[in-house]
């Protein structure tokens, strides 16, 4: 009874027959001792005794599993069934423990097939180990042909599956793959082309082509061993050591629909994960100690199958399996990384995708869960390392995929390269300042450019990682890139996966070290040889003879002392007090584009339909004003400022090395371009219908008709359906490249007199450069207002301040750009829009009918009387149709800098 002795012993009777279900982990309690509860006991008992047997007999599916009573465990000693069958019965006698991903439901546990649950209805525990061992047995036989198994085919996969769905339980499957997966050599060999897993070719001991030639092979049809052998083989100079795409022995398609019914199963993927971690460390081992791709290329085979998997990119892969894979993936050599990129480069756009996903999934992981700081810096990070290495091999890949031109202007590039180390200085700076590197390993191996890629298949902008490029310290970046580039990793090695002002900091870094640099040497000189060198690029010009003052200075520079075009620039104007702080350079930049892109001076003709310019192929004037422009446009980037111009993306594409094409012809000559295309893709008789010949004619700038033959005898060679293509290509060359040859030669020259040391090329892409030179269109002024900060008692809640960007934001489009051409110098946006500005508001005076006034004297802020009525400050902003009182009186160069001081006074409305 209750409270009595007896009772109390039941009690702890009960806490000791206490006992834990192997599916819950709940525990269970095995109460009185009636009919029921036998039952229920003999029911758990036989469960369990189920669990171990088959725990001894299949194990758990953990390759690496420490329980000594599971068949799993490296060390265990395999039973045969009899002995499991007693193992399992004095297993249940003390207890063991049970694997916890051992599945013991009954529905899902091999013996409830075909040993029916009425059978143990009147039978005790020692009847069931004794009579159904047989039945255990009939089942473990049944599936004996799959312990043995040393690779994976397709075939494989679904036949065990099919064993798995008729039994319910998948630990069968779950313990091949955790085997096969965990071993780069049965991996290697798992998942092979159909004809490779046909034929195999048996390499003799020394693995000599001569020995192959003499017929020294054995075919072998159907044998298991005849899939693997050559992998096996420790150098096998028969292999190929460049792989085309049609040559991996892999079959992809094969084993994206293998993974599409494995990842159907979570205990499965689970054991994909597992793995994946015991795989990684033995593939870096031997690709870091052991040479094995130079062994057998086949054992890219690792790399090709694990990306193949669509969940590398979930959380379960992020924590531990992608990042010791993706380490191990850097260890692979260039040409095994090459022939890894020419396979990808197969790929379809989706398939790219998902590989661009996982390793970005991975980046902003670590870069979100980790706090970088100056003393931990995302550079010493190694699993980011690795991903951005790993992300590197499929950019490179969607290059190649993309569409491209791979002809390079390589004589003229090589022209340039020769007159450049002409003019190089005596005295030679620091070598540690100039390592760095400029071409990417991976492109000579590929001889492939980035330029030579005109449209990839997964735009650029997917490369990029926002979480990466807030956390970078570019200062940081940047010494590695140019000093520790052999021992710290830098992101400027990878300028896919950052943003344009990222790569524009970087490049800021470097042009200021140049002028300092210039400015030590300049020191040097005046201490060692006692002469008073200019630290500066000093240019003195008149306005009414600006062109003419620029051209006979640059012209001296550059041919004197070229490396003076690298110093810092320093503008002044004849008869003008100032200081050149930045303000008088923009003007200057400013003046000059305007006066050079007249289309009455001639030298570039405009498009009223693109709005663009373009060289003018009859052009009268001299190579010194092409080249002249050119180093305009080098000092505008060198110096930090924004142009006015308005180039096609052929000009940028052909400043980077690459001659002009019919794709380009799309931007810079439309109607061409248009026109080409129609006799490319034309159907009929293009000699019958057209009646066109190779000889063309256009008008110059003056309207005068110029005909060309683009060949010998032109006017009688007609164009056919035979020869359309030869004559799209010589017009568009001639158009882009031999007719304009003369002009863009000098103008490139000049350009190169500034960047020809720079990264420039190396960071960024076309359009990148010409957003650097003209900056961006698009004008967010919200982004402006968040960034400006407020002095003298204003406040981003103040009242003035609210009626003050209320009114901003009310102007039209035009008005917004003059606005923002008279507080900044530019009415584009700078690299990472207008956000990166530094614009300060603060009081200044009271009331006063006058918006602005104006010190000459001090040349770094506008001053703007206090506004008490909004309509008043309104008027004051846009009149002029919003051009200030005095901007047409006082130059720009007087009155602005990076950090424009907009002064307003206090508003105080009620009357």
């Known amino acids: 009874g209750v409270g009595t002795g007896r009772g109390r012993l039941s009690a702890r009777l009960l806490q000791r027959t206490r006992m834990t279900s192997p599916d819950t982990n709940v525990a269970v309690r095995l109460l009185a001792r009636s009919p029921a509860s036998l039952k229920r006991k003999r029911e758990a008992a036989k469960q369990l005794i189920e669990g171990y047997y088959c725990q001894l007999?299949?194990?758990?599916?953990?390759?690496?599993?420490?329980?000594?009573?599971?068949?799993?465990?490296?060390?265990?000693?395999?039973?045969?069934?009899?002995q499991a069958a007693a193992r399992a019965l004095e297993l249940y006698r003390t207890r063991a423990e049970l694997c916890v991903g051992w599945p013991t439901k009954k529905l899902r546990s091999l013996l409830c097939q075909n040993i029916s649950h009425d059978k143990f209805k009147h039978k005790n525990l020692k009847s069931v180990a004794e009579n159904d061992t047989d039945v255990i047995c009939s089942e473990k036989q049944k599936q004996d042909s799959f312990q043995d198994i040393s690779y994976l085919t397709e075939e494989k996969v679904n036949e065990i599956l099919n064993v798995c769905n008729e039994t319910g339980d998948f630990s069968l499957l779950v313990r091949v793959i955790g085997r096969i997966f965990s071993s780069a050599e049965k991996l290697v060999k798992s998942f092979?082309?159909?004809?490779?897993?046909?034929?195999?070719?048996?390499?003799?001991?020394k693995n000599t082509p001569a020995d192959v030639e003499k017929g020294d092979k054995t075919t072998v049809f159907g044998c298991e061993d005849s899939v693997p052998c050559c992998s096996q083989q420790k150098s096998c100079d028969c292999l190929a050591q460049s792989v085309k795409p049609e040559d991996v022995t892999v079959d992809v398609k094969s084993v994206r629909r293998v993974y599409r019914k494995l990842l159907l199963h979570n205990r499965i993927e689970t054991a994909l994960i597992n793995a994946l971690m015991y795989l990684s460390p033995d593939v870096e081992c031997d690709l870091s100690y052991h040479n094995a791709y130079n062994r057998d290329s086949n054992y890219l085979n690792v790399f090709i199958i694990v990306m193949e998997n669509h969940n590398l990119h979930s959380p379960e892969y992020l924590e531990s399996a992608l990042p010791m894979f993706c380490k191990a993936m850097c260890k692979l050599p260039l040409s095994a990384q090459a022939n890894l990129i020419q396979l990808w480069s197969t790929y379809s756009s989706n398939d790219t995708r998902r590989m661009i996903e996982v390793f970005q999934q991975l980046i902003t992981y670590k870069v979100i869960s980790n706090d970088y700081s100056s003393r931990n810096l995302v550079n010493e990070d190694d699993v980011v390392v690795a991903a951005t290495k790993c992300l590197k091999l499929v950019y490179y890949a969607n290059l190649l995929g993309g569409v491209l031109t791979l002809e390079n202007d390589d004589e003229e590039s090589s022209q340039e390269t020769r007159e450049r180390n002409l003019q190089q200085n005596l005295l030679i700076e620091d070598t540690n300042y100039k390592k760095g590197p400029r071409v990417d390993p991976l492109e000579k191996i590929l001889n492939f450019k980035t330029i030579d890629c005109c449209r990839p298949v997964i735009p650029y902008d997917e490369f990029v990682n926002e979480s990466l490029n807030n956390v970078l310290a570019v200062d940081k970046d940047y010494i590695f890139f140019k000093v520790d580039s052999e021992k710290k990793f830098s992101?400027?090695?990878?300028?896919?996966?950052?943003?344009?002002?990222?790569?524009?900091?970087?490049?800021?870094?470097?042009?200021?070290?140049?002028?300092?640099?210039?400015?030590?040497?300049?020191?040097?000189?005046?201490?060692?040889?006692?002469?008073?060198?200019?630290?500066?690029?000093?240019?003195?010009?008149?306005?009414?003879?600006?062109?003419?003052?620029?051209?006979?200075?640059?012209?001296?520079?550059?041919?004197?002392?070229?490396?003076?075009?690298?110093?810092?620039?320093?503008?002044?104007?004849?008869?003008?007090?100032?200081?050149?702080?930045?303000?008088?350079?923009?003007?200057?930049?400013?003046?000059?584009?305007?006066?050079?892109?007249?289309?009455?001076?001639?030298?570039?003709?405009?498009?009223s339909y693109t709005k663009q310019f373009w060289f003018n192929p009859t052009s009268f004037e001299n190579d010194g004003q092409f080249t002249l422009i050119g180093i305009v446009l080098g000092l505008a980037i060198y110096n930090h400022c924004i142009l006015d111009v308005h180039f096609p993306m052929v000009v940028y594409r052909k400043l980077m090395g690459k001659k002009g094409t019919l794709e380009d012809l799309a931007d810079s000559h439309p109607v061409l371009y248009r026109s080409l295309k129609d006799v490319l893709?034309?159907?009929?008789n293009v000699e019958e219908d057209m009646m066109i010949t190779f000889k063309v004619s256009y008008n110059d700038l003056f309207g005068v008709p110029i005909t060309h033959n683009l060949k010998e005898s032109s006017e009688d060679i007609p164009v056919t359906n035979q020869n359309k293509k030869e004559f799209v290509q010589l017009y568009t060359n001639y158009i882009l490249n031999q007719s304009v040859e003369k002009q863009f030669r000098a103008f490139n020259r000049g350009f190169h007199m500034v960047t020809n040391e720079s990264p420039l090329k190396y960071l960024f892409r076309p359009e990148e450069i010409e957003q650097l030179i003209c900056g961006s269109k698009n004008l967010d002024f919200h982004a402006l207002e968040e960034a400006t900060e407020y002095d003298g008692g204003f406040t981003k809640e103040s009242r003035i301040v609210r009626d003050f960007w209320g009114i901003t934001h009310s102007l039209p489009e035009e008005q917004k750009r003059q606005f923002l051409q008279f507080t900044t110098g530019s009415d584009r946006a700078p690299v990472g829009g207008l956000g990166k500005i530094k614009l300060i508001i603060t009081k200044n005076g009271p009331d006063s009918d006058s918006f602005a006034t104006f010190d000459v004297q001090n040349t770094n802020f506008t001053k703007v009387a206090a506004i008490t009525k909004n309509h008043k400050l309104s008027n004051s902003i846009i009149s002029n149709d919003c051009e200030l009182p005095f901007f047409d009186d006082v130059h720009l160069s007087t009155n602005v800098s990076f950090a424009t001081y907009i002064i307003i006074g206090a508003i105080h409305l009620g009357s």
């Not at 068949?71 to 009899?82: E, M």
């Not at 000093?538 to 306005?543: A, D, F, G, S, T």
């Not at 051209?551 to 550059?558: P, Q, S, T, Y």
């Open 491 to 607: 992101f400027l090695t990878c300028p896919f996966l950052l943003t344009p002002y990222t790569k524009s900091q970087g490049l800021y870094y470097d042009n200021r070290i140049r002028m300092f640099s210039e400015r030590r040497i300049t020191v040097l000189y005046n201490l060692v040889q006692g002469q008073q060198v200019q630290p500066y690029l000093r240019l003195k010009v008149r306005r009414d003879h600006m062109i003419d003052d620029a051209l006979v200075r640059l012209e001296m520079i550059a041919t004197e002392n070229p490396s003076d075009l690298k110093k810092q620039l320093y503008v002044e104007f004849e008869g003008e007090q100032g200081v050149d702080e930045g303000g008088v350079s923009k003007e200057f930049f400013q003046l000059v584009v305007e006066e050079i892109f007249n289309p009455d001076i001639g030298m570039f003709t405009y498009d």
């Open 681 to 684: 893709e034309y159907e009929g």
């Open 57 to 82: 007999t299949k194990g758990c599916g953990n390759e690496f599993c420490a329980n000594g009573n599971c068949a799993s465990c490296p060390g265990f000693k395999q039973l045969d069934n009899n």
């Open 192 to 205: 092979r082309k159909p004809e490779m897993q046909k034929t195999c070719l048996n390499c003799p001991p």
